[in-house]
């Protein structure tokens, strides 16, 4: 039986079903870290400071599934800017 899922946990954020040998927390947070700097270039003080929530909101943002649509629908794709927002952006951000 699973225990019940804490007030304020995101859906789904503690439905895990684990097979296989133990996954030690250390282990399990190596691993996360990891996929943090990789995927979003958080250095390791960022990764420890963000809460499992945030983690988990960042991750379903870049999968595309939503994350903040409290309908719990999928969000519209984001339109791409035009070459006259991207021209105001390289003069106000000029890099090179």
Do not use: H, S, Y
């Amino acid at each position: 039986m699973k225990p019940p899922r804490p007030a304020g946990a995101l859906p789904g954020a503690f439905d895990v079903t684990v097979e296989g040998p133990t996954v030690t927390f250390a282990a399990a947070a190596a691993r996360l870290a990891g996929a943090a700097g990789a995927l979003l270039g958080w250095r390791p003080g960022e990764f420890w400071a963000a809460t499992p929530a945030e983690l988990a909101c960042v991750i379903r943002a870049l999968a595309g599934d939503g994350a903040g649509d409290e309908a719990g629908g999928k969000a519209p794709p984001a339109t791409p800017p035009d070459a006259g927002t991207i021209r105001r952006l390289m003069e106000a951000f000029p890099d090179g």
